[in-house]
């Protein structure tokens, strides 16, 4: 987590007039902002609350990630909306697996994947799909902020991509 503060304080300090692009001309297309940092002014000044439409299961995942969120200062006053869909379908995801391992309980053979449709046909539980749909969804907005392993290192790919390298610096190292 050190990488991430020391890391935003030198974007947040990284100027469009001393950015160059990747032909060496100086590119305020190029500029941190441009790139998705953050200034000072923009993190939340203390942990949010979370929002009231949100259910219980939602709220305790808020409570969990949004204080080292904010602690690393990657939550900003416009990341709520985000933050409360990632722990909407946290909540839509753990009810789907709760239900599904409740009904794996009362059927040995199939545990709960496959049930029979109204017209008498075996099908894939719904709740199988409503689960699977919640867990993409929640890994869009994981990727988002950063709470994957894989999203961790593409952050961090992307600000040593983005400091200027010297020919020799690796012979330093």
């Given amino acids: 987590m050190r990488l991430a503060s020391s890391s935003l304080s030198r974007l947040s300090n990284h100027s469009a007039a001393n950015t160059r692009s990747s032909d060496g001309t100086r590119s305020p297309w190029n ?3 441009i790139r998705g940092s953050l200034s000072r002014n923009q993190i939340a000044p203390e942990v949010p609350d979370p929002p009231s439409f949100i259910e219980s299961c ?15 200062g990657l939550l900003t006053t416009v990341d709520h909306a985000a933050l409360a869909g990632y722990c909407a379908a946290y ?5 789907a697996e709760e239900a599904l391992r409740k009904m794996a ?3 040995p053979v199939f545990r709960g ?3 029979k449709s109204a017209h008498g046909y075996a099908i894939e ?5 409503t689960s699977r749909r919640a867990m993409q969804e929640m890994l869009k907005f ?20 983005s400091e200027p390298r010297s020919k020799f610096g690796d012979l330093l190292a």
């Fill in 31 to 33: 500029s941190g902002r």
């Fill in 58 to 72: 939602a709220t305790e995942e808020w409570n969990r990630v949004s204080v080292e969120l904010h602690r690393v």
């Fill in 91 to 95: 909540a839509r995801w753990r009810t």
């Fill in 105 to 107: 309980d009362n059927d």
């Fill in 113 to 115: 994947l496959i049930v």
């Fill in 125 to 129: 539980n719904p709740l199988v799909y």
């Fill in 142 to 161: 994981a990727a988002e902020f950063g709470f994957t392993p894989a999203a961790r290192a593409r952050v961090a790919a992307g600000i040593a991509a």
